[in-house]
């Protein structure tokens, strides 16, 4: 078992930026990928940023240049810093670790609003 615990979203306006942080505890197998996805009201979860254990990074083409997720290995915690946020960036932002095992963080809201 893996649990997830995020923290760090929060109500922002446009522009502005956010840093999401999930630190995972349990059974670290490697390698794993860890990553974030969103779910805004009335849409499908979908994928924002994932991350290996290996430091290979994914993004989704809405976010690839203004999101950078990383990662302390050592730390088992996976970091979104989300710069230039917009409005339609408003969802739950779920934090996923994935080794032989999904496993989802409980979500924590990011608002973009003025």
């Known amino acids: 078992q893996v649990q997830l615990v995020e923290s760090g979203g929060g109500l922002v306006q446009p522009g502005g930026s956010l840093t999401l942080s999930c630190a995972a505890s349990g059974s670290i197998f490697k390698p794993n990928s860890m990553g974030w996805y969103r779910q805004a009201p009335g849409k499908e979860r979908e994928l924002v940023a994932r991350?290996?254990?290996?430091?290979?990074?994914h993004y989704a083409d809405s976010v690839r240049g203004r999101f950078t997720i990383s990662r302390d290995n050592a730390k088992n915690t996976v970091y979104l810093q989300m710069n230039n946020l917009k409005p339609e960036d408003t969802a739950l932002y779920y934090c996923?670790?994935?080794?032989?095992?999904?496993?989802w963080g409980q979500g924590t809201q990011v608002t973009v609003s003025s």
């Open positions: 996923n670790f994935f080794a032989y095992d999904t496993y």
């Open positions: 991350i290996i254990s290996t430091g290979s990074t």
